[in-house]
């Protein structure tokens, strides 16, 4: 199915402030997805570790340059910026940050139209959540348009209770917006990163991982 997204011109932005939640697997698997819908898409690597430009580098050097996206490096006061110049020149724009309240990541949220959260069901994550709804009242006034917010569990265990509680936690929270399309925590990911693929060109398909991801991805950007 391909959707209508051109017209739409979009800018997400991947954060939050605990590391490893598994925002570059959401980041290049969006920016691919995208790309499959036939839009023009800028992928901005706006985190320090630059795990994006390592899978775009494995990427490119496995598939010959078609990488179906355009990769820039942008930190600090840079990615808002450059981000401004660059908006009309591509249909959307997915930004990748790190797992901190960086410079990088605040000036991302004040040009972007989505942020997407994504929280791994553990207690030590959902206790970011202070930290995440702190910088949000401080970049939601000096916005426009207020920023469209998504959370939802990322690297959900495929059993047990703690996906429940994380989720009793995030609902709690209505500021955050949490959206019921968890992503469970998949060997179908680092597989298909090893190989420069997204789970949508990996095969054979691992068809959970592509459903998850798509009724996330089709919901955010409906």
């Not at 068809?207 to 996330?216: D, P």
């Amino acid at each position: 199915m391909h959707l209508n997204l051109k017209a739409k011109g979009m800018i997400f932005t991947v954060g939050g402030i605990k590391g490893g939640t598994g925002k570059t697997t959401i980041s290049t698997n969006l920016a691919v997805w995208l790309s499959k819908q036939g839009a023009d898409i800028l992928l901005v690597d706006a985190d320090e570790q630059e795990s994006a430009s390592d899978f775009t580098a494995w990427r490119d050097e496995t598939h010959k340059g078609e990488l179906g996206y355009t990769l820039v490096q942008l930190t600090g006061g840079a990615v808002r910026r450059q981000i401004e110049q660059l908006r009309p020149k591509y249909d959307h724009i997915v930004i990748d940050t790190g797992g901190r309240d960086t410079a990088s990541q605040r000036a991302a949220l004040f040009v972007s139209d989505v942020y997407l959260l994504p929280f791994a069901p553990r207690s030590y994550e959902i206790w970011t959540l202070s930290k995440v709804l702190a910088l949000l009242n401080e970049v939601q006034p000096g916005r426009l348009t207020p920023l469209k917010i998504y959370s939802f569990l990322n690297k959900a265990d495929t059993r047990g209770q703690d996906n429940g509680e994380a989720t009793e936690v995030l609902r709690e929270n209505a500021e955050l917006n949490y959206v019921d399309f968890s992503v469970v925590n998949r060997k179908a990911f680092a597989t298909a990163a090893s190989k420069g693929l997204s789970v949508f060109e990996a095969m054979p398909h691992d068809e959970k991982a592509v459903a998850e991801l798509e009724a996330l991805f089709h919901h955010i950007t409906k």
